[in-house]
């Protein structure tokens, strides 16, 4: 038994022992190298690495580890991981060919990287095995490999740049590790998806058996056992990153750089292959395995592997990487993008404050820890901030692991015996005493600040190399295309993150840069580069720090200036619109507009006007233009933030600044869009369908003034001539001539609407012609109308807003989309159909608020509203949700509200007082409407007309006898209908009437009649608001109100004090009114239960009391409506015997005829 087994074998009785061996055995096979010949060293090394299995326990993992860590500090390990050059590794290639693949670089973990790399092939090897295994196992294997690439770094005998390049050429297979474990990265927002393998992938060594053939067959058997709903990007990754072991099946003869100066080389290597430099190729079969572990890396391990990339990057040869980008696939390319993403996410700048805070948080875990007896063996000096380094970035923002908030630094035994974390430690501790020296350590404050503005440099300074050398791909189509936008992208994410203010002033350096070289992007084609970039800027030039904020201004500037240049000094209406635009949006995001922000405006013009070559052009007076206009936006939001608590007024500023966008659309759908998010967070969704309704109208109107559909319209000419007229086109889906229903305009949606002829009112302006909509914007629009329209219960409107779209798919012979759709009108017209007859569905009621005081409400001051509350809001609600909210303005002492619904004389009331009137009001219809809008919802939509009623008496009570109570019928009629963008909408017309007494009851009594009726027709009876209403007509205890009418109207001596017509209309009313009665009986009879028999027995006298009563007032006989149908019964018999009788004799004549006959 060797060395090796005891080892192996003995490792959990003698842990110690077989610790200090391990450490033995590495150091003597170091100095091996120096008497031995290299290649016979190696195959000790490999023997004893691969001694390890992956089944074995932790333990003999941290030994492996141990191990390598001994003997790859051995000090020529860079020249031990060169390939000799004499040695031939394939042997098959001619002299040029076996040079030209020899300065292609390794991307990655080969079977042929680790036999001309193997001391650093057979280390990366082990660490992408590690980042399989658990956590612990993880943060060593990572440890050795950034503290050996730190000691190369710092090796005065390859300070030399070149040498370097060359070092960090040999880590470059680190990139593909990185790639392989992508997924595990904490960030759902780059790689939101998951895997679901439950295969375990082998950690075999280079000598696994099976040749190259069998282990690609097997790689692609892997990949296609991937659900297939994977994206096809994924399973490209999965292919061609995630592969089994390749290697021959000589064990000897698997390690190439086993080679020593007089060793053959093997004749079972495969052939290189000679690469054209234009040619594309994906990234070789990995070595690692083909399944991957899928918890996530922690916050410390991720760093630690960007650290370690961002190193090669930086310091590896530029043709290596520009080599790399010109052989790479696109998938590739953008993966690379990803990673650069992620490295600006993990080391983005915290601020000193949040870093000293967590240090200080790390102590305290540290100490309580040490209390707990967790940190026993260690000195106290390496134990207070000993968790600093890696626990402190474990439980950022972008990193949720359950796990994070543990301390990785002190999981192993001797995880604190680090000299340099030790040394950190003390200056930390000394820091915190104030005893730290001037030549000392920087504190961990500074070195984070200083980490995250390296790695910004290092990234800036990629990207600067990228677009060099990829400007003609970043050109095509304008700059309209994926590379561009994923550039770019990464570019924006410097601003969209914090840095620190030296690192955001080579940021803004590096944007001029890019916005110079590619400024069709940005003032061409589409306008989301232009909007995004402007947006963040933006966000800038509200920043705290001067020096950024000047810069952000700069760079604001040199922007608008590139797009004046590149319209030929025509204008900047690019720049011009989308700047307005991100304003707009930041007011709700990041509540711009204080005395930073103006700073930046008066600086950009003051950059403007002293502009020598531009003074004599229209740009200044352009720049001027924008920034006023822009500040106009921002009064408008301190407006806004005065009534942030009223949505009411809230919503009408922000619809006065759409309206005034009239001739940019892009700028007027912001601000709808504003609006229906405040409905959205209020719960008002009627009003949110509608503000996207309206924006949907905007598209459709814009569209149809820029000719979009006269292409179509000239294609479909020819196919719609004889038959056209024999076809009843809707005329949503098409017009007469076969085109799209778009190609109305806002008039399509009146269906849905009338308000939308707002968007008809748009302005011809140079502001139309920068705005990129298209029919799939316009179909995207009208898709979230229907999903808000469902919200609202508006089910009706579904399928009028999915019509308009059907025909769009129908163009493009879209099936599946289609099936879709009229599934979703088939939904809604079902729901319609349950909801119309369970009447369950509200939409709200409505109340008309009026406004008082001129020295407090001002522009409102004796307005009238109607405001639209939701569902079942009561009176008392309401008033007392406005109370509270004008008591906030102005005071509680100085507001008051009006209690009744009568006319108000502002003259009257005190100036001192805000006053406020509220009256519940119901829509009103006439006749004719009445007969038109018959369900629940044709009456609460698209209404404009509200009636609210006042009681009153001649002699000016409010209240008084039947023969002399008068009422005050006032019609309002609103500016818009309803529903609206808008919750409340301003009262335009105001009409009442008075009514007389008997007009009064006659109209009591009508509407009694009306509601009977209604109650007895309904398809499912609502049993106990039927028996309310019966209850409330014939019960003697309360038929005061019907009855008192008959007294005072129709009894003789009474009836001549009112005129004919309308004694005889009230009688006519009466009959009616004992008819449906009558009838609500026999309903009610025919559905109650036995116990219910009693009641109704009670009903029917309560009943014929009533008609014998109103009979003596009447002077006429009012029969019982049972005793009518027997009376009527008894005729319809006598007739029947009558006739009987008749046939039976003319029966008998005709029989004696025959017989005589």
Known sequence: MNVSDHVFWKN??????????????????????????????????????????????????????????????????????????????????????????????????????????????????????????????????????????????????????????????????????????????????????????????????????????????????????????????????????????????????????????????????????????????????????????????????????????????????????????????????????????????????????????????????????????????????????????????????????????????????????????????????????????????????????????????????????????????????????????????????????????????????????FIHKFPSAFFQGKADLCGSLCYEILKCCNHRSCSTQTEASALLYFFMRKNFEFTKGKSIVRSHLQLIKAVSQLIADAGIGGSRFQQSLAIINNFANVDAPLKSTSFPAEVKDLTKRIRTVLMATSQMKEHEKDPEMLVDLQYSLANSYASTPELRRTWLESMAKIHVRNGDLSEAAMCYIHIAALIAEYLRRRGYWKAEKARNSNVFTEDANLINYNQLLTSRDGESSFIMGWAAFLCITPNVKEEGAMKEDTGIQDTPYTEDTLVEQLELCGDYLWKAERHELIADVNKPVIAVFEKRRDFKRLSELYYDIHRSYLKVTEVVNSEKRLFGRYYRVAFYGQGFFEEEESKEFIYKEPKLTGLSEISQRLMKLYSDKFGAEHVKMIQDSNKINPKDLDSKYAYIQVTYVTPYFDEKELQEKRTDFERHHNIRRFVFETPFTLSGKKHGDVEEQCKRRTILTTSSSFPYVKKRVQVIDQQSTELNPIEVAIDEMSRKVSELNQLCYMDEVDMIRLQLKLQGSVSVKVNAGPMAYARAFLEEKNAKKYPDNQVKLLKEIFRQFAEACGHALEVNERLIKEDQLEYQEEMKAHYRDMLSELSTVMNEQIVYREDTAKHQGLERHHVFRAISKTAASGQQGTAETSKTE
């Not at 004893?48 to 941290?62: R, S």
């Not at 340099?420 to 350590?441: C, F």
Request: glycine share 4%; hydrophobic share 40%.
């Open 12 to 513: 959990k009785e003698f842990q110690e022992e077989t610790r200090n061996a391990n450490l033995a055995v590495a150091m003597f096979v170091k100095r091996c190298f120096t008497f031995m010949d290299r290649g016979f060293t190696f195959k000790l090394i490999n023997n004893y690495v691969n001694m390890i299995a992956p089944g074995d326990n932790k333990t003999l993992c941290e030994f492996k580890f141990e191990f390598l860590r001994e003997v790859c500090n051995h000090e020529h390990h860079i020249p031990l991981s060169l390939p000799i050059p004499s040695a031939k590794i394939t042997d098959q290639a001619s002299p040029s060919q076996t040079q030209s693949t020899q300065d292609v670089p390794e991307y990655s973990l080969t079977n042929e990287y680790c036999r001309k790399h193997f001391l650093t092939g057979l280390l990366l090897r082990e660490v992408g095995f590690a980042l399989q295994e658990d956590q612990d196992i993880r943060h060593l294997a990572l440890a050795i490999l950034k503290n050996l690439m730190a000691k190369h770094s710092l090796d005065d005998r390859y300070a030399d740049k070149s040498k370097q390049a060359r070092i960090a050429s040999l880590y470059l297979p680190l990139y593909g590790m990185l790639l392989d474990n992508m997924p595990r990265f904490f960030m759902r927002d780059i790689f939101p998806f998951n895997f679901n393998s439950s295969n375990q992938g082998s950690r075999d060594d280079l000598s696994v058996s099976g040749g190259l053939q069998n282990q690609v067959a097997s790689a692609l058997r892997q990949a296609n056992s991937v659900d297939t709903s994977f994206s096809k990007e994924v399973l490209n990754s999965i292919t061609a990153f995630s592969s089994l072991a390749v290697s021959t099946a000589n064990h000897v003869d698997s390690r190439a750089s086993l080679i020593s100066i007089e060793s053959n080389p093997s004749n079972s290597d495969k052939n290189s292959e000679k690469t054209d430099a234009c040619e594309k190729f994906a990234r070789p079969l990995s070595l690692i395995g083909s399944a991957l572990r899928f918890d996530k890396l922690d916050q410390a391990e991720t760093r630690s592997l960007l650290m370690c990339f961002l190193h090669i990057m930086k310091t590896i040869s530029e043709d290596v990487i520009v080599s790399y980008w010109q052989r790479a696939v696109h998938q590739e390319i953008s993966d690379f993008f990803n990673i650069l993403e992620l490295c600006l996410q993990h080391f983005r700048f915290l601020g000193k404050r949040h870093i000293a805070r967590k240090l200080a948080a790390a102590v305290k875990l540290a100490q309580a820890t040490q209390n707990n007896g967790t940190l026993k063996g260690s000195s106290s000096s390496a134990q207070a901030p000993g968790l600093l380094s890696q626990w402190m970035h474990s439980s950022q923002d972008g990193h949720r692991h359950c796990r994070s908030m543990t301390m990785p630094i002190i999981r192993g035994k001797n995880a604190l015996s680090n000299p340099k974390l030790l040394q950190m430690i003390d200056s930390a501790n000394a820091g915190s005493n104030g005893n730290v020296a001037e030549t000392d350590t920087l504190n961990p404050t500074d070195m984070e600040a200083n980490v995250a503005t390296e790695v910004c440099l290092t990234v800036l300074d990629i990207l600067g190399l990228f677009t060099q050398h990829h400007k003609k791909q970043l050109q095509q189509d304008d700059g309209q295309n994926p590379l561009m936008r994923k550039v770019f992208d990464t570019y924006l994410l410097f601003l969209q993150i914090n840095q620190s203010t030296a690192a955001l002033k080579h940021v803004f350096a590096a944007l001029r840069l």
